[in-house]
């Protein structure tokens, strides 16, 4: 099988129960019974802040856009499930490109009441940028931070990601970042999360 048909199989499978197991955290594919969580998550005021979302994300609004991702050959998002069961965050690899060539990773959200409790970011990093080099076979990953918010730049660059260029999306500047698989420093995300273990 080609890895070009190998990632047409999984996208199509993106809303059956394949869910990735971590030590922190497990990826659930998003199906229509999470839309209610998700309109929580994205309305948090760190949520809102870091995607620039300047009105409130409605269920219904959600509801048209996961009748349009179940039809999408380029877009797979999963809801972030703590080891309590407790789901507590969303992420998304997107524009996947089948000729393997790019993917983005982006709206990452992780409940606040849970953020700091756990390495559940940390965790999550590692298993989708994992599966977008390894499973999806893809050269580059794509995200992009607000430009003001130094700590998550910050932490991108030490991930390995190389800035791009800086853009505007609803009157706020973003930093896009690039990150090839050759650069992608995973040691470092281990190293951090090791630090969680230590202390645990």
Known sequence: ????????????????????????????????????????LRNQDKSRYSMNQTEAFTLEGHNKWFSNY????????WCIYDKLGNNIGV???????????????GAFVIDENYAMSGPFALE?????????????QMNKV??????????????SKRIGFQFIEEFERNGAMFHLYEL??????????EALLNKWREYA
């Open 124 to 136: 999550t990093e590692i298993i989708t940028l994992d599966f977008a080099f390894d499973t999806l």
């Open 70 to 77: 179940v039809k999408s050959d380029n877009d797979i998002y």
């Open 91 to 105: 992420i998304r690899l997107y524009n996947i490109d089948h000729t393997g060539t790019t993917c983005n990773q």
């Open 180 to 189: 090839t698989k050759s650069n992608y420093k995973r040691a470092y995300l």
């Open 1 to 40: 099988m080609t890895p070009q048909a190998r990632r047409s199989i999984i996208i199509k499978e993106k809303t059956a129960t394949h869910v990735i197991k971590g030590e922190y955290i497990d990826l659930h594919p998003c199906t229509d019974k999470h839309g209610e969580a998700i309109v929580k």
């Open 142 to 155: 794509l995200n992009d931070n607000r430009a003001d918010n130094k700590k998550m730049n910050s932490i």
